[in-house]
């Protein structure tokens, strides 16, 4: 298991240009990016899918390299989120580690894009075969924007849409801009009668595409134009001699139909791949009485947005 894209240099640099204040750490058996906020009693890192630890034996001095860091900065908690459950043990049997909210997703769902086109094809369901095979004749076009921070704006209209329908929060424009105005960052389209009806977001780093976002037009729905989209984004990403393709989230294993993650999960499943489990989120906590009053006030903060919204 590599490190995240969000615990590399790319992510660092695009924090930077967020305002945000980041420390890193590089050794050979573990390295971490952690990105410093702010509540109303102190401070906290938030370490997005990292610690990164190679070696098990090396998470205790992960543990100490992050402990000093807490005590120079004076922080109330560290949140990290490791990847591999058995290089991570450490860390999550100490006295001051507590189980949080998931913030990142803690299963995935990975392509390996190293097989022949063919044999990704016939990972797929039928129906996502014929559909990115005939996708042109149905009179589609799917391109990658050569103007994605002008083009967002159409994911965001899409996805404004979407949020309505569901009674959710939309994506903020200008958080979308700033992430797309990176270099590992692209934009989908596709086009029908020369009228956007679907769009989609990825990363890339060195060796993996992550399928962040994507929105779709509902009166659109015939044309399934969300997932010759997404197909067109995994050959893309082969013919770039990329090696995985990381679907960004899906619900645990076993969830109720109900889940609220189920119907993109059976979408992504389609696409052929294999599940990939992470530890989860959690908090290292070093200022007990501080971080008792940051998780009142947090559970208000969630009551609050659950009356008012």
């Not at 990292?50 to 109330?76: D, V």
């Not at 050959?235 to 990329?242: G, P, R, S, T």
């Not at 993650?261 to 290292?284: E, H, I, M, R």
């Amino acid at each position: 298991m590599k490190p995240s894209i969000l615990q590399t240099k790319l992510w660092q640099n695009f924090q930077t240009t967020l305002g945000a204040t980041t420390f890193s750490e590089n050794h050979p058996d573990f390295s971490f990016l952690a990105v410093l906020h702010h509540f109303k009693f102190g401070d906290y890192l938030y370490l997005p899918y990292g610690p990164y630890i190679s070696q098990k034996n090396a998470a205790k001095t992960a543990y100490q390299a992050l402990e000093s860091l807490a005590k120079a900065k004076n922080l109330t908690f560290i949140r990290i989120e490791p990847q591999d459950p058995k290089t991570a043990s450490y860390l999550l049997k100490r006295p001051n580690c507590q189980k949080s909210k998931d913030l990142s997703p803690a299963r995935t769902w990975v392509l390996d894009l190293t097989p022949e086109k063919d044999q990704i094809l016939a990972q797929m369901k039928q129906n996502n075969r014929n559909l990115y095979r005939n996708y042109a004749k149905k009179g589609l076009t799917i391109e990658v924007s050569q103007n994605p921070v002008e083009d967002v704006k159409y994911l965001v209209k899409l996805q404004k849409n979407i949020a309505k329908r569901n009674h959710i929060i939309p994506p903020d424009i200008n958080f979308l801009k700033k992430q797309l105005n990176q270099p590992f960052a692209h934009l989908y389209l596709a086009k029908f009668n020369q009228k956007i009806i679907a769009t989609g977001i990825c990363f890339d780093d060195q060796d993996t595409r992550y399928y962040m976002q994507a929105a779709a037009d509902d009166r659109f729905r015939k044309l399934s134009a969300g997932t010759s989209l997404l197909a067109k984004m995994i050959f893309d990403a082969k013919d770039q001699k990329l090696q995985k393709f990381d679907f960004w989230g899906i619900a645990p294993e076993n969830a109720a139909s109900s889940h609220p993650w189920a119907g993109f999960t059976n979408f992504k499943k389609s696409f052929g791949g294999y599940p990939v489990d992470y530890c989860g989120t959690y908090d290292l906590v070093f200022q007990p009485t501080k971080y008792h009053f940051y998780r009142i006030f947090r559970q208000i903060n969630r009551l609050q947005r659950k009356i008012f919204h």
